[in-house]
């Protein structure tokens, strides 16, 4: 903003006065209409996908290595073969359940699948080439874990004597909300209560998600759009004790710490204006297909990863929708997590479950 300031007392030295007004009109309403996209809600992802053959379903994933990568996905009902440089191309169905991939100027290459372990295609030949399959995270219904760099118990003992950052300025005061007293369609599976974790040990001391009280309202209107689809939704987490996070950061790897928050910035979790969640069956009371697995730290948890199915990017981006449309924003890393608009407005917490004191008042 104090570019553009300087910018234009250069341009009034040189444009009339009522041009130079006009300019200066012209570029604030351009500003104002570029701030106005990059918060734009994500779009409705249209109609809903029918799902695939489970045949089919054992072939999508990744082969080769991280380097040169290939991607079979599904899209329109077509399997998909994805190129490290985003390239997709159709693969042709051919007798013994095997494939065609016709690349012109060659003619077309055979692509066939390895043998199916753990109802997985273990490996992708293009012609006499072969790809392993890549182990990004676990398969759908099993738990991502880490190994944690030191003994999590010492992790706690630690993140317990020290402080959260200190913080300058006037913030609101707390007023966090239960969300599973809002509406009986909140379900909760809140995975740091228990040993279901990427840790592999429980870290909280209640199964507890609260959150500030704009967000709980902005988060019961969310379900109200996902709930016409037959869907509801599912907590994992939502406020989170300074220390939790501390611990989180302590006991993850370099090369994962994408999906984990700084302590000496504090995470939104902390301020009682994020929350990770997914969608499940109303009927049946199962969560859905994602493309990836909740606290996954693979590329498969990126909100805009292209692989999976039609069906679970779908829901995925149905998921996306329901929450951008009522003041949320998806966490670039994570398409489970969401940070509330006005998160910046409440102070970092560092209150144990135990101690915290919530509000029982319904939301407006």
Not at 204 to 215: E, G, H, N, S, V
């Amino acid at each position: 903003m104090k570019r553009m300031l300087r910018i234009e007392r250069c341009r009034s030295t040189i444009w009339p006065p009522p041009l130079s007004f006009s300019f200066r009109l012209l570029s604030i309403c351009l500003f104002a209409a570029r701030c106005f996209a990059q918060v734009a809600p994500f779009s409705f992802p249209g109609a809903k996908p029918a799902d695939i053959p489970q045949a089919w379903k054992r072939l999508v994933g990744e082969y080769g290595p991280e380097q040169t990568s290939l991607i079979v996905l599904e899209k329109s009902g077509k399997l998909i073969l994805r190129e490290k440089d985003s390239s997709e191309i159709g693969l042709q169905p051919a007798p013994g359940g095997n494939f065609t991939l016709d690349k012109p100027p060659a003619s077309p290459l055979h692509v066939r699948f390895g043998e199916v372990a753990k109802d997985r295609a273990n490996s992708l030949s293009l012609g006499d080439v072969s790809f392993p399959r890549r182990q990004l995270g676990p398969e759908e219904g099993q738990v991502f874990r880490i190994q944690p760099s030191r003994s999590i118990d010492d992790l706690r003992k630690e993140a317990l004597a020290v402080s959260p950052p200190h913080e300058q300025g006037h913030f609101r005061a707390p007023d966090l909300v239960d969300l599973a007293a809002l509406d009986p369609t909140i379900h909760l599976d809140i995975r740091y209560a228990t040993s279901n974790d990427f840790l592999g040990t429980p870290v909280y001391t209640q199964a507890r998600a609260l959150l500030q009280r704009p967000a709980a309202e902005a988060l019961v209107r969310a379900l109200l759009r996902v709930k016409p689809f037959s869907y509801g939704l599912l907590i994992h987490d939502a406020y989170r004790p300074w220390y939790v996070t501390k611990i989180f950061w302590d006991a993850t790897p370099p090369e994962g710490k994408i999906f984990v928050a700084d302590p000496a910035q504090g995470s939104r979790h902390n301020r009682g204006c994020a929350v990770d969640l997914t969608l499940y069956e109303l009927q049946t009371g199962k969560p859905i297909q994602m493309p990836g697995t909740y606290d996954e730290m693979s590329p498969r948890s990126f909100p805009d990863y292209p692989g999976g199915t039609s069906l679970q990017r779908w829901h995925r981006d149905l998921l996306r929708w329901a929450m951008e449309s009522e003041g949320f924003s998806v966490y670039e890393h994570e398409w489970w997590h969401f940070d509330y608009k006005d998160w910046r407005e409440y102070p970092i917490l560092n209150v144990p479950f135990e101690k915290l004191q919530f509000s029982e008042k319904q939301v407006r």
